[in-house]
């Protein structure tokens, strides 16, 4: 049973994270953005994906299936390392969020500049593709061996 709610949680975080990306790419597309809820958003991304982190290493841990089973796994390892692609391509647009906010809080009316906007909306774009190979990862992982 504990296998079970660590994988609902997990699949739950990961859709949630999903929809938090989706929801910044929104935001950043919109004619006028609205820099203080990019960031907030944006920490909530970060948590989520701890958390995603977290509860993966429950699975493992305490999951049915072993660490032996993911050790192995060549797909484990492939889902860990996009995984760890969709957070390195997150820290541009996280300093970006953060540095709009100071300086919405400094000038009220402050709008990014159109090329950081453009910027991350292809970042961010490129990291909710990255979700497709994260979920054939998974799906593979969990099947292996075939």
């Not at 990306?21 to 944006?42: C, K, Y």
């Not at 701890?50 to 999951?63: I, Y």
């Amino acid at each position: 049973m504990p296998d079970l709610l660590l994988a609902i949680l997990h699949h739950v975080l990961v859709f949630g994270l999903f929809g938090m990306l989706v929801l910044e790419r929104a935001l950043v597309s919109a004619p006028v953005i609205d820099t203080r809820r990019l960031a907030r958003i944006d920490a909530g991304v970060g948590l989520t994906s701890a958390l995603v982190l977290g509860v993966g290493v429950a699975r493992v841990v305490w999951g049915g299936k072993g660490w032996s089973f993911y050790e192995a796994n060549p797909f484990f390892w492939a889902k860990l390392a996009t995984f760890l692609l969709i957070g390195l391509l997150s820290i541009t647009p996280t300093l970006r969020f953060m540095r709009w906010a100071k300086s919405a809080r400094d000038q009220p009316d402050f709008q990014p500049a159109f090329v950081e906007i453009k910027a991350t909306r292809i970042r961010l774009a490129l990291m909710t593709l990255m979700f497709i190979p994260l979920l054939g990862f998974a799906a593979a992982m969990a099947r292996w061996p075939f």
